[in-house]
């Protein structure tokens, strides 16, 4: 049991894994900010709405050795993220611990680098591009061009080979 919380330590270092990992993509404040929010949910449920336990295990994670190599990006943008925390809806379950988020961000050395923006586009957005790149043809050469007469004798042979190769099977396992 820790703090009233039913947690163990092996729960705590795979949030902490999964979240470094998530964040080492993220380009802007507003992704960090979702996965904080996101991880207070957990703690949350984790914690059975204990607020002490669930700022405790934040600061936890957030001060985890593994996670602030990707923190110390944002830790460049402090004034940015609490100004967000405190004014975005989306983040409003965040808003009792931005004072815990200030403190570790202040801690932490600001290390730039990743460029973040405030908010990234939209995600119909991203995906739009993304399938824009895709759908560009792929140019392929091919040095060898095999006469079509050739490529229809290979093929007849190969069909020959293969009734025969049936035929021979069929009259063994019949």
């Not at 949030?15 to 998530?22: I, M």
């Not at 490529?151 to 042979?157: P, Q, R, S, T």
Request: proline fraction near 3%.
């Amino acid at each position: 049991m820790y703090n009233g919380c039913f947690i163990v330590e092996v729960w705590l270092e795979e949030k902490v894994r999964v979240l470094a990992s998530e964040l080492r993509y993220a380009r802007s404040i507003d992704t960090y900010l979702v996965k904080f929010s996101s991880l207070i949910y957990e703690l949350e449920d984790q914690c059975l709405g204990d607020y002490g336990c669930i700022r405790d295990l934040f600061k936890r994670i957030l001060e985890h050795p593994a996670l602030i190599r990707e923190i110390s990006t944002l830790a460049c943008h402090v004034d940015e993220v609490i100004h967000m925390i405190q004014g975005d809806p989306r983040f409003k379950n965040l808003r009792n611990y931005g004072d815990l988020v200030e403190e570790v961000l202040k801690k932490t050395t600001c290390i730039g680098e990743k460029e973040l923006v405030a908010t990234r586009e939209p995600t119909f957005r991203v995906e739009r591009e993304e399938r824009v790149k895709l759908e560009k043809p792929t140019i392929t050469s091919i040095k060898y061009k095999l006469p079509l007469e050739l490529l229809l004798k290979i093929a007849l042979i190969v069909a020959i080979i293969l009734i025969v190769l049936g035929v021979l099977f069929f009259t063994i396992f019949k």
